[in-house]
């Protein structure tokens, strides 16, 4: 068996991966990216269908650092205003929902601002349940975010930790919130003012040219790592003997693949949990909406949000048509739902939401991403170190939103590999 001898080798060929081979080249070595897939971008990848491009789930920037505009800004791109929008019941809301009431009937608001005056003073514990019910008091929290988190994250809210908020999630401020009761004219309180997405080729295309600049090699499934031996085993059959190790793995699947990892390891690791994603992508024969992306918080409708490909740029459908996608989340790499009840429910979750005729819908297409979003489970944090730990003692950079197992935006994974190094 020959062991081909390598300096720099990179597990996966997302934007982590590709920000470590950045890092590489400008120090002068050589770095080989090896990827699972047919094709490199990771969650940053896309798929087309007659004509229709659609990303790996929703995708915008709003990077503002400079080594990441350097790369992103060579690809011509549109901008587009941070406006979201809410949907509950029979009615559309603006986002966030708690500055913008002013649709619902007078009785709903008093009730709901009443509870928000009466808000517990102090946080009853540590997790978000608590967190959002100190922020929102219990009407708010129980009607909207609540709800939500638990489509989102498939998780309650009492089992999650608050260390993921940062500038998610917008803190309620009486004088917004009232303003918002009477008015439809709100400012926009998002986090960013402006999102930005590629003209063409979709959100991967900002990454393109880290792509076409990097040594990669396709279809290379990692499953075996030994780090004493300093040695990776693919599925195929190659082995490959590093200097230097970088993985974006996830976490729970560094340490499955790995020789040597001792039991206590092996347990914070299975206690990691993420989310898969059902995407539902909908071509359409004419144009159905105008927004950019909305969050859905019936319980009756499996999407937590939405998005539409055609409204980030034309270039993703063919002329005269639109698209949606929507995503479904579970606990877990596996989809808690059949293909037939995604489907069957996103039909329903159309007429509901009164986006398009059944007869505007051209194709519906199903399938599942194993690795979503990180779930942040109370006690997560000291899981996650304990694997961290263990993998910096056995000389292997993790990096990325799933090797550094954090909720980090394409942008911050960037950077992430880009530091790996």
């Known amino acids: 068996m020959t062991i081909e001898q390598l300096d720099v080798v990179i597990l996966g060929g997302g934007v982590a991966g590709l920000g470590a081979a950045l890092k590489a080249r400008e120090l002068g070595r050589r770095a080989v990216i090896f990827e699972a897939r047919a094709s490199a971008g990771g969650l940053l990848d896309n798929f087309s269908i007659d004509g229709f491009r659609f990303d790996h789930a929703v995708h915008l920037s709003f990077a503002s650092e400079e080594k990441v505009r350097a790369i992103f800004d060579r690809t011509p791109y549109l901008t587009h205003p941070a406006d979201a929008w809410c949907f509950e019941t029979d009615r559309w809301l603006k986002h966030p929902v708690q500055n913008n009431l002013a649709p619902l009937p007078p009785a709903d608001k008093v009730a709901l601002i009443k509870s928000f005056l009466a808000r517990p003073a102090e946080l009853a514990g540590d997790d978000y349940e608590s967190w959002l019910r100190h922020q929102y008091g219990d009407a708010i929290a129980e009607r909207y975010p609540l709800r939500y988190t638990e489509k989102y994250w498939a998780t309650p809210a009492s089992a999650l930790s608050t260390s993921w908020i940062g500038q998610r999630m917008r803190r309620a401020e009486l004088d917004e919130i009232l303003y918002g009761a009477m008015s439809t004219e709100t400012p926009n309180t998002y986090y960013t003012k402006e ?227």
């Not at 790592?225 to 085993?233: C, M, N």
């Open 195 to 421: 999102m930005r997405y590629p003209r063409a080729g979709g959100y991967k295309a900002f990454i393109q040219p880290l792509i076409d600049a990097s040594e990669i090699r396709l279809q290379h499934q990692v499953v075996a790592i030994d780090p004493a031996q300093r040695l990776v085993r693919f599925a195929h059959g190659a082995v490959v003997q590093y200097q230097q190790l970088i993985s974006t793995l996830p976490l729970p699947v560094l340490v499955r693949v790995s020789s040597a990892v001792p039991a206590a390891v092996q347990q914070a690791a299975a206690g990691l949990k993420a989310s898969a994603i059902d995407l539902v992508s909908v071509g359409f024969r004419r144009p159905v909406t105008e927004d950019l992306w909305f969050y859905i918080y019936d319980e009756d409708i499996l999407a937590a949000r939405a998005y539409s490909p055609s409204v980030k740029s034309p270039d993703n459908v063919p002329p005269g048509c639109s698209s949606l996608q929507f995503e479904i989340y579970s606990r877990g790499e596996q989809s808690r739902y059949t293909p037939q009840q995604v489907l069957e429910n996103t039909r329903a979750a159309l007429v509901k939401l009164g986006i398009g005729r059944p007869e505007d819908v051209l194709f519906m297409d199903h399938r599942v991403l194993p690795f979503g979003n990180v779930i942040f489970d109370l006690g997560m944090e000291g899981r996650r170190q304990t694997v961290l730990d263990w993998a910096a003692s056995a000389a292997i950079a993790s990096c990325g939103r799933f090797g550094a197992w954090d909720y980090l935006w394409s942008n911050q994974s960037l950077l992430s590999g880009y530091h790996a190094l």
